[in-house]
């Protein structure tokens, strides 16, 4: 017999009493109209009664009954079903036993019509239990009993008693117990044996298809974006959503509502109202309403709150009786409310408490701030419209550089929108200083500086460490962004000094504060001339920079590259250009915002390198104009490789016309003073080969500092065009092989002395010249300088193999046997790295850049720069020219 074939019988009396049983308690509901079928639950409950146990637990309204009579009204299950529908009234132990035995009698079970319910309400004889559990294992099939609403019992002896008779029942019983929350009974055992189905809150929320299913069937059309906003507002929530759907039927604009509406809805406010909140103890709705100002809360910020000193026995309570508050994740340390029951509670609290609300944000903020949870102690003191609250936060946890470095747009700067332009306290005036600064508006940040100072010394507050170090940093930044490097030098010294005594648990979290007082600084040694001290700290910046600032390391890895291409440090240049740009490339910069300075620095290297087409495409890939505001390190860089460029091409005048290029629009940062000194030595050079030697003089004289090594090397280029060989060899020779001379320049004098002495006739000091030359030129593969003058020093190498040979390696070429069979062999300087050889093996196999990355588990931008790479190194412009030289040099 089942569930749908129950007969009625006629009201039958109690023994018990005079009161007759409810004949509505044995009847399976019957399904509403808009029932949605859920067969992926359907078939774990028949798989559940196959078992003794099988539970359905879940929240007021997430369709738990909906689902149970709905399977067992199809049949479905096979075994006779016996239901009985559980209200508070049946608490009592002879209420509850004479219905489990009516409907056990109306499922078929043939029991004993002298097998009657207990005498009193408090008791059940054991005999009692012993006659029962033996009429049941007396039957010829199993019989499922449906217990639908086992919460509203109380105590546990009904359930030690129920699962006597479970276990004495030769498996001919079979438990549904349908719930909002665990029934008392030992659950563990039987899960512990795979003898327990389990169907739970997370099982019974609508998955995407079934909700979209419930609103066809009440005719509303969504969008899928607008079914899933819909889905995460309502959790699955089975009651939200048909609530929704009633509310969305026959509306033309249900697109619109489904942004709109909330758990204040006029009927979803009821439903928990009626479910929920009502059946609470006045102190434990309290506890809902005060809490709902918080999104996920542990039992400890549920106390700092609210007072409470028993917030976590609550919420394991509250969590047990699936009242809308759940754990968050697997373990109960954090929990939650529904989204919709928090919109109501927060509603309640508006109506019921609205002065209270500021004073529960501040001790939120307050618990959060100790916690050191610094956004979310910002949003709850902003919610408390605290500014004071908010911006102190952020100065005692040395945050202000996630505000210089994020600004409006990250998670802090965004709680301080509605921030008043007109500072309350030193902290505020600070905070407002940061954020303006973030959007470089340097004049809103001096004022906000201003003010702060202002206020600092009219206040009678002790000195504090940290407000200190928020004002010294910020002033470091605006002092480099209004290009004031001596401001910039001052204070970083000073906030270095403040940053020291900082406790190393806060430096630790906030290294953006070092990182970017270390930028600044290394940007002005620079800029100022000071190029060994700046290397040194762009080093410590680059190192220092944590996650979060990969903006300023990109720079000062950009920054770095130049002085290192400037020093003649070709492959340290490369690496770090290499560095940013795969940085870069993981941060996912949109092409505007791509390290320029990176880009140049490779053509650097490839010029130097004298590999021309390479340095075209890098040159093509800087273009300065993107720079704003303009910064006249990369104007004077692109203006340098560029007039390089032209020269090798043979453009002299056009050369000599580039260098005039290197300026930056008004208002842009100055170039470096060693880059604009290589813009002069450039010129000079330019007007050597050009006949010019006089002017190019003249160019020299204005250097600030005319006699040193770089000059002096250059003005002996000059003389030698000038007809004076003797006083050229006087001014390079010092220089040649000088200690501490950086290899361009020591490059460049060993030339002028080959050059001096194959002019005057001396072949043996041109070869030994230029064997130094060669030497020096080796390390770093130098071929430009050399290339320039080659024409002239190409007749020293007449009948000197060696000097020959040394030529050859450094041009790249191979052997002499084996360059005559393939031409364009070339001799690897710097081999390719373990990754690279993969991406080359890939490209070999001519697979499309995505598939390469999906092979190695790397992103697609990863694989161009690996790209980028082997082509450089492989001296090749094209990836099918990389292959060909790769396999000639069996790198394949």
């Not at 605290?386 to 102190?392: E, G, I, R, S, V």
Request: proline fraction near 5%; charge should be negative.
């Amino acid at each position: 017999m089942t569930a749908e074939l129950v007969v009625p019988a006629p009201l039958t009396s109690r023994t018990t009493g005079s009161d007759p049983l409810l004949q509505s308690k044995f009847a399976v509901p019957e399904p509403p109209r808009f029932l949605v079928a859920r067969p992926r639950l359907a078939e774990r409950l028949a798989r559940g009664v196959r078992e003794p146990v099988t539970l359905v637990v879940g929240p007021a309204g997430s369709g738990k009954t909906q689902l149970v009579s709905a399977w067992a009204g199809t049949g479905a299950p096979g075994y006779p079903i016996a239901w009985i529908t559980l209200e508070e009234e049946d608490r009592q132990a002879d209420s509850f036993w004479a219905y489990v035995l009516e409907t056990l009698r109306r499922a078929g079970v043939a029991v004993s019509p002298s097998l009657a319910a207990p005498a009193t309400a408090t008791s059940v004889d054991r005999s009692f239990l012993v006659r029962l559990a033996a009429a049941l294992s007396e039957q010829p099939a199993p019989v499922v009993l449906v217990l639908d609403g086992v919460s509203n019992l109380s105590g546990q002896q009904w359930a030690t008693d129920l699962e006597f008779v479970l276990r004495h029942a030769a498996q001919m019983l079979r438990l549904v117990l349908v719930g909002r929350w665990d029934p008392p009974m030992p659950l563990h055992r039987y899960r512990l044996a795979g003898r327990l189905e389990e169907v739970r809150s997370q099982d019974l929320a609508f998955t995407s298809d079934e909700t979209a299913e419930l609103l066809t069937l009440h005719r509303v059309t969504l969008s899928r974006d607008a079914l899933a906003s819909l889905l995460q507002h309502t959790e699955g929530w089975a009651a939200g959503l048909r609530l929704f759907a009633m509310a969305l039927e026959e509306r033309g604009d249900a697109e619109t509502m489904v942004a709109t509406i909330t758990g204040t809805e006029a009927t979803i406010a009821e439903y928990f109202v009626d479910e929920v909140l009502r059946i609470q103890p006045p102190h434990v709705r309290t506890f809902l309403l005060e809490t709902s100002i918080l999104d996920t809360f542990t039992p400890d910020l549920a106390e700092a709150v609210t007072g409470r000193g028993d917030s976590h026995w609550l919420l394991a309570a509250l969590c047990r009786q699936n009242a809308f508050v759940q754990p968050v994740g697997d373990s109960p340390a954090a929990y939650r409310c529904h989204r919709l029951f928090a919109e109501l509670l927060q509603a309640q609290l508006v109506r019921e408490a609205r002065d209270r609300i500021p004073e529960l944000h501040r001790r939120a903020a307050g618990w959060f701030a100790a916690a050191r949870q610094t956004v979310e102690a910002v949003g709850h003191a902003v919610a408390a419209a605290d500014w004071h609250l908010a911006a102190t936060v952020v100065v005692e946890d040395y945050a202000v550089g996630r505000l210089l470095l994020d600004g409006p747009a990250g998670r802090l700067g965004e709680l301080f929108t509605g921030l008043p332009d007109e500072a309350g306290s030193a902290e505020t005036a600070v905070v407002a200083a940061a954020l303006a600064l973030s959007t470089r508006d340097a004049a809103a940040c001096a004022r906000h500086l201003d003010r702060a100072d202002q206020l600092m010394l009219g206040s009678d507050a002790d000195y504090r460490p940290s407000l200190a170090v928020a004002q010294l940093v910020t002033g470091v930044v605006l002092a480099r962004l209004r290009d004031d490097g001596a401001g910039v030098l001052h204070s970083a010294a000073a906030a270095e000094e403040l940053l020291a005594q900082v406790p190393a648990d806060r430096l630790d979290r906030h290294q953006e504060l070092r990182v970017l007082v270390l930028g600044a600084k290394g940007d002005v040694q620079s800029r100022t001339g000071e190029v060994d001290a700046a290397a040194v700290t762009l080093t410590e910046t680059a190192n220092a920079a944590t996650p979060g600032c990969e903006r300023v390391r990109i720079d000062a890895l950009a920054h770095l590259a130049l002085i290192e291409a400037h020093r003649g440090r070709l492959r340290h240049a490369e690496r770090l250009a290499d560095q940013a740009t795969d940085l870069a490339d993981r941060c996912g910069l949109e092409p505007a915002s791509r390290p320029v300075g990176a880009e140049l620095a490779l053509a650097w290297v490839a010029m130097e390198r004298y590999d021309i087409d390479t340095a075209g495409r890098h040159l093509r890939a800087a273009d300065p104009r993107r720079i704003r505001p303009a910064d006249g390190m990369i104007h004077a860089a692109f203006a340098l490789i560029r007039s390089r460029r032209l020269q090798a091409r043979g453009e002299l005048r056009s050369a000599l016309v580039a260098l005039d290029d290197s300026a930056p629009a008004p208002g842009g940062l100055p170039a470096p003073a060693w880059l604009v000194r290589q813009l002069t030595l450039a010129q000079a050079r330019l007007l050597i080969v050009m006949g010019r030697p006089e002017p190019a003089m003249t160019v020299l004289g204005k250097l600030a500092d005319p006699d040193a090594q770089d000059a002096s090397v250059v003005r002996a280029a000059a003389l030698v065009a000038a007809g004076d060989p003797a006083a050229a060899r006087l001014l390079a020779m010092p220089v040649a092989g000088a200690a501490g001379v950086a290899s361009p320049v020591n490059l460049e004098a060993w030339l002028v002395l080959a050059t001096v002495a194959a002019r005057v006739g001396d072949v043996d000091d041109a070869r030994a010249a230029l064997r130094h030359a060669l030497r020096t030129a080796m390390p770093e593969s130098q071929r430009r300088a050399v290339q320039q003058v080659w024409a002239e020093l190409r007749r020293v190498l007449r009948d000197d193999d060696e000097l020959a040979a040394q030529y050859r390696q450094l041009q790249g070429s191979a052997p002499a046997d084996r360059a005559r069979t393939d031409p364009d062999t070339i001799l690897v300087f710097e081999a390719l790295s373990k990754r690279e050889t993969e991406v080359l093996q890939g490209m070999a196999a001519m697979l499309p850049t995505e598939e390469i990355a999906a092979s190695l588990y790397v992103s697609v931008n990863t694989v161009k720069t690996h790209v980028r790479s082997i082509l450089r190194k492989l001296s090749a412009s094209r990836r099918n020219e990389a292959v060909r030289r790769a396999r000639s040099l069996g790198l394949l």
